[in-house]
């Protein structure tokens, strides 16, 4: 299901970019560099929820942290994105990479690869949530600076 959803949503981004090509000569350049812009965060925004996914996907283990970091995501997924959200996020984020920095070692191997799994997702959702601000940053510039 997922890799399903995945192909359709590359059909979408891959279809929006070509009309915005086609459509180059008969709107301002201004809109269709937003667009462009625009799609080229989502298509980074697609590629790191991916990532994501494989990441999880190797998890042999669900380590007390994974639930942590689940409700995390559920609340970027359900917060509503302004100005100030992004920043608001990352710094609970790096709030949540100390605390986890700051607790006691794996005391086993498998313990170890699946908090450096878990690691690497919340280095993901670093760079998910820097596209997300940016996204915002050009939305607001192309909308508030007419």
């Given at each position: 299901m997922f890799f399903f959803l995945v192909e359709i949503l590359n059909v979408l981004i891959d279809s929006s970019i070509s009309e915005?090509?086609?459509?180059i000569n008969n709107s301002l350049l201004s809109d269709t560099r937003f667009f462009l812009d625009h799609m080229e965060i989502i298509k980074s925004q697609r590629d790191i929820l991916e990532s994501l996914y494989n990441h999880v996907s190797q998890l042999s283990c669900i380590p007390p942290q994974a639930h942590t970091i689940s409700a995390f995501i559920h609340k970027i997924g359900h917060t509503a994105f302004e100005a100030e959200t992004g920043n608001l996020l990352l710094e609970e984020l790096n709030r949540l990479i100390l605390s986890m920095k700051n607790q006691s070692l794996p005391i086993n191997r498998m313990e170890f690869e699946n908090r450096a799994i878990l690691f690497l997702c919340l280095?993901?959702?670093?760079?998910?949530?820097?596209?997300?601000?940016?996204?915002?940053?050009l939305r607001d510039s192309n909308f508030y600076n007419i």
């Open positions: 915005a090509y086609d459509n280095t993901e959702l670093k760079q998910f949530l820097i596209n997300r601000k940016y996204a915002q940053i």
